[in-house]
């Protein structure tokens, strides 16, 4: 099944639903967004190593190459 499939079984669903039975989907929803981005604030900034070595020259270097590298495949496969 598609991801386009899926979608159309979900709003199918979700046209079957009443009023309070949407609203309550769509409020279970947002708590499930809240929660997710209130752990992605806390996650970077709980763990000072973590982030220390993400500053660190090395790293930095190899997310720098890591990037050349993508740019590169791209250019070799639009001459092909």
Known sequence: MTVKQTNKTIAGEI???NDNETFAVLNY????????IS???ENPSSDDLIVSLSDAYENKR??????WE???RQNVQRAV
């Open 29 to 36: 929803i947002s708590q499930l967004l809240t929660a997710r």
């Open 15 to 17: 046209n079957k639903l």
């Open 62 to 67: 190899a997310r720098q190459v890591v990037e």
């Open 39 to 41: 752990k992605q604030r």
């Open 70 to 72: 993508k740019v590169r």
